[in-house]
């Protein structure tokens, strides 16, 4: 039976009753994609090929070091039952460029944005000029290794078997190192010091079973991120997903500045002030949703997950918040994020290190103005319709969800011009007087799109 991507019901992976077609599927995707795989420590291999042939015997040989969403996902259940840990991550993209160096047409993959590559996109994203990029992002990228694991003996390990295989005739133009960043409470935080990567497009029963919720439905189907591997042996049982990395340095001095300007604006004092941050993300930095609370709920609470916006005009979390621009969860189930299809997987990684503390109320002048950022990694079925429409139609879009809301405060991009008002007090449907945005705080150093092609393909090479 054909997989049906479009299920309405969660994949219930280990079921006895899977068809073959769909295991065909588990054993040949890539992990990562339908479940996030530990990576608290990353390496990131950008790697150019001099000879096709070469770049093909080299990723064939990745495959022995590689594993299978199946085995991922058995592993993933094996730690919960025993604590044994899993093996590491190694991931592969291909950039189109780096398709036509190892010689494939890339006629049959139809997403225009990984058709032309990221550095042609730079208008639609109001993307820094490339030569502004660092200079590795400016070289041509055939291919990606990504190699993440839970500490980092064996992410170094696995980079040394990596570069081993790599022949003569390929380079690695750059390397990108990723380490979680975790507050005090060990929470999984970027570097402005909110919880990450809390929020995402479900897609597994066994997830969507942990988290069912009565106000938001974390479960989207499986078209949300996989698509046929068009030049694998069997596209209808061989499947791959688009992979967009972008590197967004972060000025967390100057974010702070911004919350602390704004919470004067506001006049807000003492416990109130971290609402000013709040409404600029959309959550409290411990997790807390400013939909659901006015305050940071107590420590020892799991981070909520399950709320709308279906009831809440912009007074309890502004409508321009970034998790509110980003994700805009009108209804429960045929919300602008369900019925055009924008909800993908988020992967990302912190990078840089640093020696304060993101999580605490030091004065914004200890904080760090670069060096350190997100390495923004999410899975697409549809670059264009999915990262691309979020930044551009969403985030940078001053106008979207209403006139005049601005542009998403965390990574919107384009000349903020706008004036914003915030609601006085969490909850108050009066305004305050018109603000200015606050500054752009996270800069775009580089990035490319990618196809994480099956393991069938990469066999075949
Ligand atoms: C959620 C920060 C880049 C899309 C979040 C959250 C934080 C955050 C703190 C809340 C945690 C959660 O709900 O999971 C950042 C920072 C970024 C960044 C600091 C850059 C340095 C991006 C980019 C996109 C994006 C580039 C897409 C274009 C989202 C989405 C959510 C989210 C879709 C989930 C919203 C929800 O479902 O409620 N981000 N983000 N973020 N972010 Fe970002």
């Known amino acids: 039976m054909p997989v049906d991507l479009s299920n309405g019901k969660p994949l219930a992976w280990d079921s006895a009753k899977l068809d073959a077609d769909t295991k065909a599927m588990l054993d040949n995707l890539q992990p990562n994609i339908l479940q996030a795989h530990v990576r608290e420590s990353m390496s990131l291999l950008l790697v150019h090929f001099g000879d096709g042939p070469d770049g093909r015997r080299f990723l064939r040989s990745l495959v022995p070091l590689m594993k299978s969403a199946r085995k991922h996902l058995e592993e993933v259940r094996e730690f919960n039952r025993s604590k044994k840990t899993g093996t590491p991550y190694v991931g592969v993209g291909i950039s189109k460029i780096g398709y036509l160096k190892l010689g494939d047409s890339t006629t049959k993959f139809t997403d225009n944005a990984f058709k032309s590559g990221m550095k042609r996109r730079k208008d639609t994203l109001s993307d820094p000029a490339v030569g502004a990029w660092e200079k590795h992002y400016q070289e041509e990228i055939h291919a990606i290794v990504l190699i993440g694991d839970a500490t980092p003996e064996p992410v170094a390990a696995t980079r040394e078997r990596v570069l081993a295989l790599l022949p003569k005739t390929a380079k690695i133009v750059g390397e990108e190192k990723g380490e979680g960043l975790r507050d005090a409470q060990g929470r999984g935080i970027e570097h402005f010091g909110y919880v990450d990567g809390r929020s995402q497009p479900l897609f597994l029963a ?69 609402l000013a941050g709040a409404m600029l993300v959309g959550r409290f930095r411990n997790g807390t949703p400013l939909r659901l609370h006015g305050k940071p709920s107590s420590e020892g609470h799991p981070v909520q997950n399950d709320f709308s916006y279906r009831d809440d005009p912009g ?22 994020e369900r019925t055009l299809g924008v909800m993908m997987a988020r992967r990302g990684q912190t990078y840089g290190r640093r020696s304060d503390r993101p999580w605490d109320d030091a004065p914004a002048a200890t904080r760090p103005t670069g060096g350190v950022g997100l390495l923004f990694m999410a899975f697409n079925s549809s670059l264009q319709n999915q990262f691309e429409f979020t930044q551009q139609s969403w985030a940078d879009n001053a106008d979207f969800p209403a006139q005049g809301t601005g542009h998403d405060p965390v990574i919107g991009q384009g000349k903020r011009d706008v004036k914003v008002r915030y609601p006085k007090a969490w909850g108050s449907t009066k305004l305050s007087g018109p603000q200015h945005q606050v500054p752009q705080t996270v800069t775009m150093k580089g990035g490319e799109y990618f196809f994480m092609p099956s393991l069938a393909y990469l066999k075949s090479l």
């Open 315 to 336: 007074s309890k979390c502004p409508v321009s918040a970034h998790i509110r621009k980003a994700n805009p969860r009108d209804s429960r189930d045929g919300g602008l």
């Open 206 to 274: 066994d997830q969507v079973a942990a988290e069912s919720g009565t106000n938001w439905n974390p479960f989207f189907p499986l078209s949300h991120v996989l698509v046929p591997d068009p030049l694998a042996p069997h596209p209808s049982r061989h499947f791959g997903s688009y992979l967009v990395l972008r590197k967004l340095e972060q000025n967390v001095r100057a974010f702070r500045e911004a919350e602390e300007a704004l919470a004067d604006a506001l006049g807000l004092k003492g416990d109130d002030r971290p």
